[in-house]
């Protein structure tokens, strides 16, 4: 029971310190991810490979500033898949995104979600991150399968369109996804997982 209460404890830290700026939240954010790293379904060398994919996408977009000033583009990357959610102001921008995504992370998969719209609202994204808080959070609820671990599903919330990543079972997604579609808020969910074999 206290192992359990230790466990829920560390991930309700790792969730609070997503949405922590400053150097307190790197602080927390770094000790958390190592420990989420021990627990992760993808190779260190593939959560390092991710993370150096991410910043290079996101660079990449920054830079190009006829993209990046009129529009709202958040880049995340899971298991060598690009996630591209938020606005933009047109098709073409949208395909440009897509083309410098595909160019910095050498052409790995990628989910193109970028909504063809203004920018959203302050508001709006307080909103989202306050979702996949309460997202990871039901997450934790899932103790009837043993294999689930909830550090394993990546949470992204755009618009309150709810985007779930990771290496699971189907019986894992399953479960996930039944606990997302459940909170409060979320307009839709969208499973972008990869499945492992039982």
């Not at 830079?63 to 009129?70: A, G, H, I, Q, T």
């Not at 970028?114 to 979702?131: E, F, G, H, Q, V």
């Not at 992204?156 to 369109?161: A, Y």
Request: charged share 20%; aromatic share 6%.
């Amino acid at each position: 029971m206290k192992f359990t209460n230790t466990i829920h404890t560390i991930l309700l830290i790792t969730i609070l310190a997503t949405t922590v700026s400053g150097c307190a939240g790197l602080a927390v954010g770094g000790a958390a991810t190592g420990i989420a790293v021990i627990h992760d379904r993808r190779s260190s060398g593939t959560v390092i490979d991710d993370q150096g994919t991410n910043w290079k996408v996101s660079e990449a977009i920054f830079k190009d500033k006829e993209l990046s000033d009129p529009s709202h583009i958040n880049v995340t990357v899971y298991n060598n898949v690009v996630l591209l959610t938020g606005e933009t102001p047109s098709e073409d921008l949208k395909l440009r995104a897509n083309a410098l995504a595909a160019q910095s992370s050498g052409n790995k998969k990628i989910y193109n979600e970028l909504a063809i719209a203004s920018p959203t609202s302050l508001t709006t994204r307080t909103n989202d991150t306050y979702i996949t808080a309460k997202v990871k959070t039901v997450l934790l609820e899932i103790d009837n399968i043993p294999t689930f671990d909830p550090t394993r599903v990546k949470v992204v919330t755009e618009d309150s369109v709810v985007y779930l990543m990771g290496l699971v079972t189907t019986q894992e997604s399953n479960a996930v996804t039944e606990k997302a579609r459940n909170v409060s808020g979320v307009k839709k969910v969208v499973r972008l997982f990869e499945y492992l074999t039982p």
